[in-house]
């Protein structure tokens, strides 16, 4: 006994498909968190740069109950980094939540208006893009000067020190442009194509 | 006097087709011990879930406490009729016991010192009143079992349905359990549980219903536990008391169906 | 593997400080993270350092897990420290080749190693004598007041109760998958990046499919509970602020009229 699935279809009353949202959104939020301590971090900049398939849980997510649920997933998973992680003093947290909402709910939104695997696909490649292009401009004009005030970090230095690892860094701009976009397109990248290796088998519950 | 549970001609088919319950209809006295036999499969799950409304019947009704289950009466329903799960895992979640206890009574909306009494009195019930501010996580399973009970016992409802009460649990924790059943019998409590344990539904139940295939197979007092033709049908043996008096000798009205019963024959016998 | 992966920060104890309310130390922390970047010398670093040291010796925490919290930001540290010690104009003291170290370069440097560490400390602290469970409750009840402009904090904070609830779980299945796998083959732990995502895959399916289940059953079991949403429940009693809260109160009022203090009045 206990093993009956109940599809949402049969059961009586609305709210519980709330119930049920709530509860998928935690958990998967929970899970997202799971995954982000299992992380893959690229050496420099470790804690504020992250690479890891923590994205992928939202992105069923959003999939499953529509783009908020997604950005709910990614928030409950940013909390759960917080009260237990706390190393940035919030600065990773913000930055991983607007990072991974945006694809996610650019990539659930394309799938709530028609639920293919094509339209899944552009979703993602739609936020990914996205992700990456407002992201420097967060960067750009919000974090970067951020730093630079409260660190007073000159940022002539960085730049300088950019030219030298690439001739074509010649100013806060194309730093931005040949540092941080390349690593947010590389991340978004890996997390939808480990979102598509997955999507086909578990989309049966997804619909369900 | 009106019944417990009343089901009558209840069918349910899920939207892939599967028909889970099919006319069954049955009814169960106030204050009995019922079990609910039958093999994997054969509807108990689907059956306890129209009993307190998370399923409402697609046709036929459900009828408890002389109220019929749907829409407008499900909240009420929810209220009478509690539900133990058979994994505790997947029904106890708060962060700390007492507060898993006190989920049921803050969701009825009762007075504050109201929840805190009825916490208080469960916990005591099954024993946990010393661990309410532990996490359900550092439990044992036995433990978050009857934590998972207490926090039905909590909502005061007057009837109570489990399921699989003794899965996973070792011996001691599935005597303790029973006590547990006992004692709410003795509080007049109508019990109902699913299970295919039958050497326990032998020394507990005083009604016996067979499910099979989605179909009642048969319903009746524990005389039916010596028919072993249908506890064949359903995936079931005979229980193991029966079963020795059976191979052994007598009558079958004198067989015995419990430890006890056969104890004092073997006594009789004996002396 | 998974066993070595410390989730929390938070180290149990019964001072004052791990007694206060949450809500209150999460309050004193943020106001303590922005006096510090309201301080802009010397006196203000001295006065916030009575601000950490005092809590840090209450806890009774080991220095050991502070420094620990700070591990992480080590490499920023040290840029920041380099960046401004060698890049400040003014006063020349010291020359190295072509870089040249000046007075105000320090001065900046120190300032800035400070505000790093400083703010790391005391934003470390707070996880240290505050258990995940309490920082939630905390901050659903800081939201609360909130709810009137459609913040869902009821709905947020069973949330993550439930999710703070499947950790340890979701950790425990994540193992068992792990091992199941490894012993047919798999490897999750060599090859380069793209072998490593692939290997990944076998490993999130079942724990996907696992998750939704619970989701579903947790749900089912909720409703059976006459749960509906967070209207017309019983509203429990709040957290009480104790004495300690209110002198901790009244403490940062001092000290941040103190730092406020000496950025007008001095330099």
Same mark, same amino acid.
């Given at each position: 006994?206990?093993?009956?699935?109940?599809?949402?279809?049969?059961? $009586?009353?609305?709210?519980?498909?709330?119930?049920?949202?709530?509860?998928?959104?935690?958990?998967?939020?929970?899970?997202?968190?799971?995954?982000?301590?299992?992380?893959?971090? !690229?050496?420099?900049?470790?804690?504020? &740069?992250?690479?890891?398939?923590?994205?992928?849980?939202? !992105?069923?997510?959003?999939?499953?109950?529509?783009?908020?649920?997604?950005?709910?997933?990614?928030?409950?998973? $940013?909390?759960?980094?917080?009260?237990?992680?706390?190393?940035?003093?919030?600065?990773?947290?913000?930055?991983?939540?607007?990072? =991974?909402?945006?694809?996610?709910?650019?990539?659930?939104?394309?799938?709530?208006?028609?639920?293919?695997?094509?339209?899944?696909?552009?979703?993602?490649?739609?936020?990914?893009?996205?992700?990456?292009?407002?992201?420097?401009?967060?960067?750009?004009?919000?974090?970067?000067?951020?730093?630079?005030?409260?660190?007073?970090?000159?940022?002539?230095?960085?730049?300088?020190?950019?030219?030298?690892?690439?001739?074509?860094?010649?100013?806060?701009?194309?730093?931005?442009?040949?540092?941080?976009?390349?690593?947010?397109?590389?991340?978004? *990248?890996?997390?939808?194509?480990?979102?598509?290796? !997955?999507?086909?088998?578990?989309?049966?519950? &997804?619909?369900? | 006097?009106?019944?417990?549970?009343?089901v009558k001609n209840l069918d349910y088919?899920?939207?892939?087709?599967?028909e889970a319950l099919r006319d069954i209809s049955f009814s169960?006295?106030?204050?009995?011990?019922?079990?609910l036999?039958g093999?994997?499969?054969a509807g108990k799950?689907t059956l306890?879930?129209h009993?307190?409304?998370?399923?409402?019947p +697609?046709r036929g009704k459900v009828?408890?406490? =002389?109220?019929?289950?749907?829409?407008?009466?499900?909240?009420?329903?929810?209220?009478?009729?509690?539900?133990?799960?058979?994994?505790?895992?997947?029904?106890?979640?708060?962060?700390?016991?007492?507060?898993?206890?006190?989920?049921?009574?803050?969701?009825?909306?009762?007075?504050?010192?109201?929840?805190?009494?009825?916490?208080?009195?469960?916990?005591?019930?099954?024993?946990?009143? +010393?661990?309410?501010?532990?996490?359900?996580?550092?439990?044992?399973?036995?433990?978050?079992?009857?934590?998972?009970?207490?926090? /039905?016992?909590?909502?005061?409802?007057?009837?109570?349905?489990?399921?699989?009460?003794?899965?996973?649990?070792?011996?001691?924790?599935?005597?303790?359990?029973?006590?547990?059943?006992?004692?709410?019998?003795?509080?007049?409590?109508?019990?109902?549980?699913?299970?295919?344990? /039958?050497?326990?539904?032998?020394?507990?139940?005083?009604?016996?219903i067979?499910l099979k295939?989605g179909q009642l197979l048969?319903e =009746?007092?524990? %005389?039916? !536990?010596?028919?072993?033709?249908?506890?064949?049908?359903?995936?079931?043996? &005979?229980?193991?008391?029966?079963?020795?008096?059976? +191979?052994?000798?007598?009558?079958?009205?004198?067989?015995?169906?419990?430890?006890?019963?056969?104890?004092? /024959?073997?006594?009789?016998?004996?002396? | 593997?998974?066993?070595?992966?410390?989730?929390?920060?938070? /180290?149990? =104890?019964?001072?004052?400080?791990?007694?206060?309310?949450?809500?209150?130390?999460?309050?004193?922390?943020?106001?303590?993270?922005?006096?510090?970047?309201?301080?802009?010398?010397?006196?203000?670093?001295?006065?916030? %350092?009575?601000?950490?040291?005092?809590?840090?010796?209450? %806890?009774?925490?080991?220095?050991?897990?502070?420094?620990?919290?700070?591990?992480?930001?080590?490499?920023?540290?040290?840029?920041?420290?380099?960046?401004?010690?060698?890049?400040?104009?003014?006063?020349? *003291?010291?020359?190295?080749?072509?870089?040249?170290?000046?007075?105000?370069?320090?001065?900046?440097?120190?300032?800035?190693?400070?505000?790093?560490?400083?703010?790391?400390?005391?934003?470390?602290?707070?996880?240290?004598?505050?258990?995940?469970?309490?920082?939630?409750?905390?901050?659903?009840?800081?939201?609360?007041?909130?709810?009137?402009?459609?913040?869902?904090?009821?709905?947020?904070?069973?949330?993550?109760?439930?999710?703070?609830?499947?950790?340890?779980? &979701?950790?425990?299945?994540?193992?068992?998958?792990?091992?199941?796998?490894?012993?047919?083959?798999?490897?999750?732990?060599?090859?380069?990046?793209?072998?490593?995502?692939?290997?990944?895959?076998?490993?999130?399916?079942?724990?996907?499919?696992?998750?939704?289940?619970?989701?579903?059953?947790?749900?089912?079991?909720?409703?059976?509970?006459?749960?509906?949403?967070?209207?017309?429940?019983?509203?429990?009693?709040?957290?009480?602020?104790?004495?300690?809260?209110?002198?901790?109160?009244?403490?940062?009022?001092?000290?941040?009229?103190? *730092?406020?203090?000496?950025?007008?009045?001095?330099?």
């Amino acid at each position: 006994m206990g093993n009956g699935r109940v599809s949402s279809e049969t059961l $009586n009353i609305k709210k519980l498909s709330n119930v049920r949202t709530l509860t998928k959104v935690a958990v998967l939020g929970s899970f997202s968190f799971v995954i982000m301590l299992i992380e893959f971090p !690229l050496p420099l900049f470790a804690a504020f &740069l992250r690479l890891d398939f923590s994205d992928v849980p939202a !992105l069923i997510g959003a999939f499953a109950m529509g783009p908020w649920a997604g950005v709910a997933v990614e928030l409950i998973k $940013n909390i759960l980094h917080a009260v237990f992680k706390n190393e940035t003093a919030l600065i990773g947290e913000t930055a991983n939540f607007l990072t =991974g909402s945006i694809m996610v709910f650019t990539a659930g939104w394309f799938y709530s208006r028609k639920k293919t695997f094509k339209i899944a696909v552009m979703g993602m490649a739609a936020g990914v893009v996205l992700m990456a292009v407002l992201m420097s401009f967060a960067n750009y004009y919000i974090f970067i000067p951020l730093y630079q005030k409260l660190l007073h970090i000159p940022l002539d230095a960085i730049v300088q020190m950019g030219t030298a690892a690439n001739k074509a860094i010649i100013d806060l701009k194309t730093l931005v442009v040949y540092s941080i976009v390349p690593f947010n397109l590389l991340k978004g *990248v890996v997390v939808s194509l480990i979102t598509i290796m !997955l999507y086909k088998r578990v989309s049966p519950i &997804l619909h369900s | 006097m009106t019944k417990a549970i009343e089901v009558k001609n209840l069918d349910y088919k899920y939207s892939d087709g599967t028909e889970a319950l099919r006319d069954i209809s049955f009814s169960i006295d106030k204050g009995s011990k019922t079990a609910l036999l039958g093999p994997n499969g054969a509807g108990k799950s689907t059956l306890i879930m129209h009993l307190n409304g998370i399923l409402l019947p +697609q046709r036929g009704k459900v009828i408890i406490d =002389g109220k019929e289950v749907n829409k407008k009466t499900e909240r009420e329903i929810k209220k009478k009729v509690g539900v133990v799960f058979q994994d505790p895992d997947d029904q106890v979640f708060s962060t700390t016991v007492w507060e898993d206890v006190a989920f049921g009574p803050v969701n009825m909306g009762i007075a504050e010192e109201v929840v805190r009494e009825k916490v208080e009195k469960a916990l005591k019930l099954v024993d946990m009143w +010393q661990l309410k501010d532990k996490m359900p996580y550092h439990l044992s399973y036995g433990q978050k079992k009857r934590v998972a009970l207490a926090g /039905i016992l909590a909502m005061d409802s007057d009837i109570i349905v489990l399921d699989e009460p003794g899965a996973y649990l070792d011996p001691r924790g599935k005597h303790d359990l029973f006590e547990i059943l006992n004692e709410l019998h003795r509080n007049k409590k109508t019990l109902l549980i699913a299970t295919h344990d /039958i050497n326990l539904v032998a020394e507990w139940a005083d009604r016996i219903i067979i499910l099979k295939e989605g179909q009642l197979l048969k319903e =009746g007092d524990r %005389s039916l !536990l010596l028919e072993e033709e249908i506890l064949m049908q359903a995936n079931l043996t &005979l229980p193991i008391v029966p079963s020795i008096f059976l +191979q052994a000798c007598c009558q079958r009205s004198k067989i015995p169906v419990t430890v006890e019963e056969a104890v004092n /024959i073997l006594k009789r016998v004996m002396r | 593997m998974l066993k070595d992966i410390n989730i929390g920060q938070y /180290i149990p =104890g019964d001072s004052p400080v791990h007694r206060m309310d949450p809500r209150v130390k999460i309050i004193l922390t943020i106001i303590y993270v922005v006096l510090l970047f309201v301080i802009n010398n010397f006196y203000g670093y001295a006065i916030s %350092s009575v601000f950490i040291i005092l809590p840090v010796v209450l %806890s009774k925490i080991s220095i050991r897990y502070l420094f620990k919290g700070l591990r992480p930001i080590l490499i920023i540290i040290l840029i920041t420290v380099l960046f401004n010690l060698f890049l400040t104009e003014g006063e020349v *003291v010291y020359r190295i080749g072509s870089f040249s170290i000046t007075k105000e370069g320090i001065r900046m440097a120190a300032f800035m190693a400070l505000r790093l560490i400083f703010l790391i400390t005391g934003t470390t602290l707070l996880t240290l004598t505050t258990s995940p469970i309490d920082l939630t409750d905390g901050i659903e009840r800081l939201l609360n007041p909130f709810k009137r402009i459609g913040v869902p904090a009821h709905e947020l904070a069973m949330m993550m109760t439930i999710a703070l609830r499947f950790i340890p779980t &979701l950790l425990e299945e994540t193992e068992k998958i792990m091992k199941a796998q490894m012993a047919r083959g798999a490897d999750f732990e060599s090859g380069n990046f793209i072998n490593r995502a692939k290997n990944m895959v076998p490993l999130l399916v079942p724990l996907f499919i696992s998750a939704f289940r619970r989701a579903d059953d947790l749900a089912m079991a909720m409703e059976a509970r006459c749960y509906r949403g967070g209207e017309n429940r019983t509203r429990m009693k709040q957290l009480k602020m104790s004495a300690v809260d209110y002198a901790a109160f009244a403490f940062t009022a001092l000290l941040s009229a103190g *730092v406020v203090y000496t950025r007008f009045f001095f330099h």
